[in-house]
């Protein structure tokens, strides 16, 4: 018997095909296409804001989308062990069990597509593409796909 639950949780791009990250260090959003984020030859993704590398770059909303479905999961278990139990002691004199009612569920609500002022950048150096802020495209920054320092409007 295997106690292990494979949950599948779909993130939606936008209009170009692009999905939103964050820089857990700068808070930093930008957004990269699927395809890139799964090459093999993408070893690393750099932020383009502040230009650290991180395991992961999951929006807040996957966090708690996450969150709500174990939670819900884990409420279903504890639910159907206490009609169990209640089920087990059912003949029993001394021992009385009564399940009231089922525990109340977090709404697991998709998540939302997001926008805002963000434009593709090319980075040359990769010959790939990221949506990044209009203020951080201006500025400068990094390339997310090789880390290499990036001048403005280029």
Same mark, same amino acid.
């Given at each position: ?21 964050? @820089? =857990?260090? *700068? !808070? ?7 395809? &890139?984020?799964?090459? /093999?030859?993408?070893?690393? +993704?750099? @932020? =383009?804001? *502040? !230009? ?7 929006? &807040?909303?996957?966090? /708690?989308?996450?969150?709500? +479905? ?13 009609? &169990? ?70």
């Amino acid at each position: 018997m295997s106690n292990e639950k494979n949950i599948e949780i779909s993130i939606p791009t936008d209009n170009d095909g692009y999905v939103m990250l964050k @820089c =857990p260090t *700068c !808070g930093e959003r930008f957004m990269l296409k699927p395809s &890139d984020i799964e090459e /093999e030859s993408i070893i690393d +993704i750099w @932020c =383009p804001n *502040c !230009g650290l590398k991180h395991d992961s770059y999951l929006d &807040d909303e996957v966090y /708690e989308l996450t969150n709500r +479905i174990v939670h819900n999961y884990v409420t279903d278990m504890l639910d159907d062990f206490t009609k &169990d139990i209640e089920k087990m002691f059912k003949n029993n004199k001394n021992i009385k069990v009564k399940t009231t009612k089922k525990s109340k569920k977090a709404p697991e609500l998709p998540i939302s597509r997001k926008i805002g002022d963000y434009e593709i950048k090319n980075y040359c150096c990769c010959n790939k593409q990221a949506k990044i802020k209009s203020i951080t495209s201006f500025e400068g920054g990094y390339c997310p796909f090789c880390g290499e320092m990036v001048d403005g409007n280029k």
